[in-house]
Structures are given as structure tokens and as C-alpha cells.
């Protein structure tokens, strides 16, 4: 719900592999040198609007300076490089299949190698330009491929970490990649160094102190060991905002509250806004109505709520979407919100009367297998949903309430609602961040709270397992509104299932240690939300309590 600007999604087609959150796309960096290569240079001033306002500098300050823009002069366009690795192709094939390749190194040692898209700048500008002009540091969003390989470079792969406090040197290589049946990678094309200053960001050093957990929690306080100094580094972070918009984190440890901590102005009674967490609300009220008798199982079909006739571009495909392919995104309608250009697409849903139906109007994808084929689609979730409100007694707020909320001790709440006034399943659901713990918990007790069975186990265990495949996250699988992957740290693989919602929210429920780990963020227009949690939780939370 509520996607980033166009900006930040046209750049990530630009510059990855694809929109979902993940490692760079593998590349290759050669080390041989090449005599003719150009020498990149350094400016520290608004170039990319006023190319006449450059000023060559020799040393860059980080977090002081707002600009630094690259310069390099090729003997021949990209074109021309890209016909060395590959002389029988056509240029159209060329362009299809490659681009520059960047490498940033701080104190000579590799931190990150990218393979730029190919659609990162015009074919025109591949065919004939020589003279590169690429801001990097800029004091706000801009629409260019070169600012985000910074963001990229900077806070997804490691720079941050390396450029610390101190003095550095940071080297940039430029060369061509060809991406055929093998990735071919051409000689150095340009390469330069700058001295890097960075100065310490101030911060208040109570911030990174470790908050003590105040009474009448809900919980028993755990008293297991875990390493202080890494959740104190992690504040630090939050305090001097290298990890941005982080609002609460909050581990539960042996089903016993172990850290509690809050930033940027929030506090245990703020209500939190996860954005797409909410959607699993829909998969765990739909297990609790199936346990109830008011909807016989995910297998039925839409037909049986809807006369799908009543709707645009009936299909007879319709009439076997089931619940299940809702659940799992893996439905046949043409809905995807990861395409901009899709008609399901979720900001597409947003200014109609009736959500649902427009849903129920979408066209089916013909080439789309139902259970399968997975892709983001709020849309569905929504008419899960409504099918849930129109089967239980009460509809679904004040059921969720009775069944759900009142039993786990959850009495602060508030919904969203659609057009149509149903509890909204497309997202936002706010919570506490004890809350959104304790609905965690839930799951990792199979189902339990306090001796109660709220969830039936046997769907708790279809809820987090692999139902659906994802082909674009890297070892990644998709249960009932649960995502499935893993962390690796120092070695041991960490398994877990998430609710994972825009801005890097997350409940994780992890599978083989005794751990529920909820962090509640808002940044919501950053295209690094989610990686920065994964940073979190690979560097910090998870060494600092195994």
C-alpha cells in the first residue's frame, strides 16, 4: 500500500535486476590495467543543472560537502567498447545487452561492483558521447540513474561502513559489460581517486544508551544475556540517522520481552503504521473463520460470493480463482504491483468507488498458472477481505476484535477502512509495536496464546510454509501473506517468515531459534527501507542475541 514515487521505482528498473529487494546482480571486475584509460575526476558543485558551474576539487568531506559528480572523457563512445566484446553483433543487440559497469573502492579494497541496466541512459548518448558528466552526492532526489548507484554503493552494499569516520581514498573504475549466454567484462575504460574526509555525524550519546523496559508491558521480562555493545551501536546508527526512520524495535526472546527500544519521537503507546504487514490480518482471520464454520477452506472459489458475471471481462477462468491463489498472490487476474503499466496495478485500485470491483472487473492473464505464478497484487487481498466481512458475524473489524485482538490483549487499534467501509486489507492496520509482537508470537506458539488455541496450527504451518516460489528474491518463497527467506551471519543460516510492509516494517518469526523480532519504520520513499533492515538485522540484532 501507498507505493514509492515513480521516481524511486523508474530508477530501480534502471539499476537492478529487479524491483524487489535483494543482493546486486552478480558481476565480474577485472584487474588488468589499461594505459589508455581516462582519468575520472571530482567536482563538488551543481553541475548536473549548470554543467558552466564545475569546480574540479581534490578532496571530498562527506557529510559536510552536497555535491560530487563525476568527469571522464573516452577516447569512443560505450558503443564502441561494447563491439570489442562482441564484434559480430548488431548495435541494437549491443545496447540490449550492456552498459557500463561501475566499481567503487575505499582504501583499495572492493566494497561494490555493479552492472548498470541497460535502460540506465539513452541510446543516442551510448552511441555518441564521450564526455561523461554523472552526479553521485546530491542534497536531494534527482531523476538520474548516478544518484541512486551512490544510494546503492552507500547504503545498501557496504560504503557507509567503510567511509567511517576518518580519512579515506576512494577510487571509481569505469568499464563495459556484455551480458550474453557468459557476462563479459571489457578493460578499464576510466578510473580516479579523491581523499575523503568524514567527520563523526554528532548525536545525543544518551540515544545509543540501551532503554530500560518500563512496567506493565504485557510481558515477562526476559532475563537472558545478550551482547549490549551491538544494540548500543545500533542506536547510535538511528541517532545519527545512517539508518533512517527507524521507530521501534522490539525482540522477543523464549516468548519473554528482551529489548524495547524507540526513536525518532515514538514511544510503547505509539500506534504504528506497517503499511503492507496489515495485509496478513486477511490470512489470519481467514484461517480463525474456516476453524469457526463460516468459510468451508481456502480452496473455494470466487464464484461462490460472487456472480462474477455481473463484472467487466467476465471470464470463465474467474470462476475457479481461489482463495488460496489470494492468499499466495498467485491468482490468474491481471494485476501486478510491480508493473506501473499493469491493470490491477494497486494505485490503479485507490481513486475508484469500489475497490472490489475493480478487482472483480480486472481481465484474466491467460498465461498466469493460479497457485504458481506469483505477483504482488493488493488488490486481491482486498476481496479477501470483503469475503471474510460478508461470511463472519459482525464483519470483520468487530470480529477480528472478539476473535483475535480481546484474547491476545491488543485493545488499541485503528483501522483503515475502504470506500465500501470494510476493515481494509490492503494495509495499514496500526498497532503498537508490543502488539505487533504479540500477534508474531502467536504464530511462532503454532497458533497459542496463553494456553488458547486462536489460530488452528495446521494453518499456521501452511500460513509460513513455501506455497509459492518467488522467482525474483533469490532463495525466497511466499506462504499465506508471509514471506519466507534467511539471514546467514557468521556462517549459520538464520530461517524466517515475515510481514514485511513499505517503509521497512516487519514482524519476523523465525523457525529453529526461540525468536519474534519486530521493527517498525517510516521510511517510506527511501528505495533502501527494506535493505537497511536487513543490514540491521544481520550486523546487529541477530549476532547481539544468539
Same mark, same amino acid.
Given at each position: 500500500?501507498?507505493?514509492?514515487?515513480?521516481?524511486?521505482?523508474?530508477?530501480?528498473?534502471?539499476?537492478?535486476?529487479?524491483?524487489?529487494?535483494?543482493?546486486?546482480?552478480?558481476?565480474?571486475?577485472?584487474?588488468?590495467?589499461?594505459?589508455?584509460?581516462?582519468?575520472?575526476?571530482?567536482?563538488?558543485?551543481?553541475? =548536473?543543472?549548470?554543467?558552466?558551474?564545475?569546480?574540479?576539487?581534490?578532496?571530498?568531506?562527506?557529510?559536510?560537502?552536497?555535491?560530487?559528480?563525476?568527469?571522464?572523457?573516452?577516447?569512443?563512445?560505450?558503443?564502441?567498447?561494447?563491439?570489442?566484446?562482441?564484434?559480430?553483433?548488431?548495435?541494437?543487440?549491443?545496447?540490449?545487452?550492456?552498459?557500463?559497469?561501475?566499481?567503487?573502492?575505499?582504501?583499495?579494497?572492493?566494497?561494490?561492483?555493479?552492472?548498470?541496466?541497460?535502460?540506465?541512459?539513452?541510446?543516442?548518448?551510448?552511441?555518441?558521447?564521450?564526455?561523461?558528466?554523472?552526479?553521485?552526492?546530491?542534497?536531494?532526489?534527482?531523476?538520474? =540513474?548516478?544518484?541512486?548507484?551512490?544510494?546503492?554503493?552507500?547504503?545498501?552494499?557496504?560504503?557507509?561502513?567503510?567511509?567511517?569516520?576518518?580519512?579515506?581514498?576512494?577510487?571509481?573504475?569505469?568499464?563495459?559489460?556484455?551480458?550474453?549466454?557468459?557476462?563479459?567484462?571489457?578493460?578499464?575504460?576510466?578510473?580516479?581517486?579523491?581523499?575523503?574526509?568524514?567527520?563523526?555525524?554528532?548525536?545525543?550519546?544518551?540515544?545509543?544508551?540501551?532503554?530500560?523496559?518500563?512496567?506493565?508491558?504485557?510481558?515477562?521480562?526476559?532475563?537472558?544475556?545478550?551482547?549490549?555493545?551491538?544494540?548500543?551501536?545500533?542506536?547510535?546508527?538511528?541517532?545519527?540517522?545512517?539508518?533512517?526512520?527507524?521507530?521501534?524495535?522490539?525482540?522477543?526472546?523464549?516468548?519473554?520481552?528482551?529489548?524495547?527500544?524507540?526513536?525518532?519521537?515514538?514511544?510503547?503507546?505509539?500506534?504504528?503504521?506497517?503499511?503492507?504487514?496489515?495485509?496478513?490480518?486477511?490470512?489470519?482471520?481467514?484461517?480463525?473463520?474456516?476453524?469457526?464454520?463460516?468459510?468451508?477452506?481456502?480452496?473455494?472459489?470466487?464464484?461462490?460470493?460472487?456472480?462474477?458475471?455481473?463484472?467487466?471481462?467476465?471470464?470463465?477462468?474467474?470462476?475457479?480463482?481461489?482463495? %488460496?491463489?489470494?492468499?499466495?498472490?498467485?491468482?490468474?487476474?491481471?494485476?501486478?504491483?510491480?508493473?506501473?503499466?499493469?491493470?490491477?496495478?494497486?494505485?490503479?485500485?485507490?481513486?475508484?468507488?469500489?475497490?472490489?470491483?475493480?478487482?472483480?472487473?480486472?481481465?484474466?492473464?491467460?498465461?498466469?498458472?493460479?497457485?504458481?505464478?506469483?505477483?504482488?497484487?493488493?488488490?486481491?487481498?482486498?476481496?479477501?477481505?470483503?469475503?471474510?466481512?460478508?461470511?463472519?458475524?459482525?464483519?470483520?473489524?468487530?470480529?477480528?476484535?472478539?476473535?483475535?485482538?480481546?484474547?491476545?490483549?491488543?485493545?488499541?487499534?485503528?483501522?483503515?477502512?475502504?470506500?465500501?467501509?470494510?476493515?481494509?486489507?490492503?494495509?495499514?492496520?496500526?498497532?503498537?509495536?508490543?502488539?505487533?509482537?504479540?500477534?508474531?508470537?502467536?504464530?511462532?506458539?503454532?497458533?497459542? =496464546?496463553?494456553?488458547?488455541?486462536?489460530?488452528?496450527?495446521? =494453518?499456521?504451518?501452511?500460513?509460513?510454509?513455501?506455497?509459492?516460489?518467488?522467482?525474483?528474491?533469490?532463495?525466497?518463497?511466499?506462504?499465506?501473506?508471509?514471506?519466507?527467506?534467511?539471514?546467514?551471519?557468521?556462517?549459520?543460516?538464520?530461517?524466517?517468515?515475515?510481514?514485511?510492509?513499505?517503509?521497512?516494517? %516487519?514482524?519476523?518469526?523465525? %523457525?529453529?531459534?526461540?525468536?519474534?523480532?519486530?521493527?517498525?519504520?517510516?521510511?517510506?520513499?527511501?528505495?533502501?527501507?527494506?535493505?537497511?533492515?536487513?543490514?540491521?538485522?544481520?550486523?546487529?540484532?541477530?549476532?547481539?542475541?544468539?
Amino acid at each position: 500500500m501507498y507505493p514509492q514515487s515513480f521516481l524511486f521505482c523508474s530508477l530501480l528498473l534502471l539499476l537492478c535486476s529487479s524491483c524487489t529487494p535483494a543482493e546486486s546482480q552478480a558481476v565480474a571486475r577485472q584487474s588488468n590495467s589499461n594505459s589508455k584509460a581516462s582519468k575520472i575526476t571530482f567536482s563538488n558543485s551543481d553541475d =548536473w543543472k549548470n554543467p558552466a558551474a564545475t569546480q574540479l576539487i581534490d578532496t571530498f568531506k562527506l557529510n559536510e560537502d552536497q555535491y560530487l559528480n563525476l568527469h571522464f572523457d573516452l577516447e569512443e563512445p560505450l558503443l564502441a567498447a561494447l563491439k570489442k566484446l562482441d564484434p559480430t553483433a548488431s548495435d541494437a543487440e549491443l545496447l540490449s545487452k550492456g552498459n557500463y559497469q561501475f566499481s567503487f573502492l575505499v582504501d583499495d579494497k572492493l566494497i561494490f561492483s555493479h552492472n548498470l541496466n541497460t535502460g540506465a541512459g539513452s541510446a543516442k548518448s551510448k552511441q555518441t558521447n564521450r564526455t561523461n558528466l554523472i552526479p553521485l552526492v546530491y542534497p536531494a532526489p534527482i531523476d538520474f =540513474w548516478g544518484w541512486y548507484l551512490w544510494l546503492r554503493f552507500y547504503k545498501m552494499a557496504g560504503g557507509e561502513d567503510a567511509l567511517a569516520s576518518g580519512q579515506h581514498n576512494l577510487t571509481i573504475e569505469v568499464r563495459s559489460y556484455l551480458q550474453g549466454a557468459a557476462l563479459k567484462v571489457g578493460g578499464l575504460l576510466a578510473v580516479g581517486s579523491i581523499p575523503v574526509e568524514v567527520k563523526e555525524i554528532p548525536y545525543d550519546l544518551s540515544a545509543a544508551a540501551i532503554q530500560p523496559i518500563a512496567a506493565n508491558s504485557g510481558w515477562t521480562i526476559s532475563k537472558a544475556p545478550y551482547k549490549v555493545s551491538k544494540i548500543e551501536s545500533l542506536n547510535k546508527k538511528i541517532a545519527q540517522n545512517r539508518f533512517i526512520d527507524i521507530n521501534s524495535i522490539v525482540v522477543i526472546k523464549n516468548n519473554e520481552l528482551l529489548i524495547e527500544e524507540y526513536f525518532n519521537g515514538s514511544n510503547r503507546e505509539t500506534l504504528h503504521n506497517p503499511r503492507s504487514v496489515g495485509k496478513t490480518i486477511a490470512s489470519t482471520m481467514l484461517g480463525i473463520a474456516i476453524a469457526d464454520g463460516h468459510l468451508k477452506s481456502e480452496q473455494e472459489k470466487l464464484s461462490a460470493f460472487y456472480n462474477l458475471k455481473d463484472f467487466e471481462n467476465y471470464d470463465p477462468t474467474k470462476e475457479n480463482i481461489s482463495l %488460496k491463489s489470494l492468499l499466495t498472490m498467485s491468482s490468474s487476474f491481471l494485476g501486478n504491483d510491480d508493473d506501473y503499466s499493469s491493470p490491477g496495478n494497486e494505485e490503479n485500485m485507490y481513486p475508484t468507488k469500489d475497490w472490489v470491483k475493480f478487482t472483480l472487473d480486472l481481465p484474466v492473464n491467460p498465461d498466469k498458472i493460479m497457485e504458481k505464478d506469483f505477483e504482488y497484487f493488493t488488490a486481491g487481498i482486498v476481496v479477501l477481505g470483503d469475503i471474510i466481512h460478508r461470511s463472519v458475524p459482525g464483519g470483520l473489524v468487530k470480529y477480528t476484535d472478539e476473535k483475535f485482538f480481546e484474547p491476545i490483549g491488543i485493545t488499541k487499534r485503528n483501522w483503515q477502512f475502504t470506500p465500501q467501509n470494510v476493515g481494509n486489507t490492503a494495509g495499514g492496520l496500526q498497532l503498537r509495536a508490543l502488539d505487533f509482537a504479540k500477534w508474531g508470537q502467536v504464530y511462532k506458539n503454532n497458533g497459542v =496464546w496463553k494456553r488458547q488455541q486462536l489460530i488452528p496450527k495446521d =494453518w499456521v504451518e501452511k500460513s509460513l510454509d513455501h506455497q509459492v516460489t518467488q522467482e525474483q528474491v533469490e532463495h525466497g518463497s511466499y506462504g499465506y501473506l508471509f514471506w519466507n527467506n534467511s539471514y546467514t551471519v557468521e556462517g549459520k543460516e538464520y530461517a524466517y517468515s515475515s510481514c514485511s510492509g513499505r517503509g521497512g516494517n %516487519k514482524i519476523y518469526i523465525f %523457525k529453529d531459534i526461540p525468536l519474534v523480532v519486530v521493527i517498525n519504520a517510516s521510511a517510506y520513499n527511501l528505495p533502501f527501507a527494506h535493505l537497511q533492515v536487513d543490514q540491521m538485522m544481520k550486523r546487529y540484532i541477530l549476532p547481539a542475541v544468539n
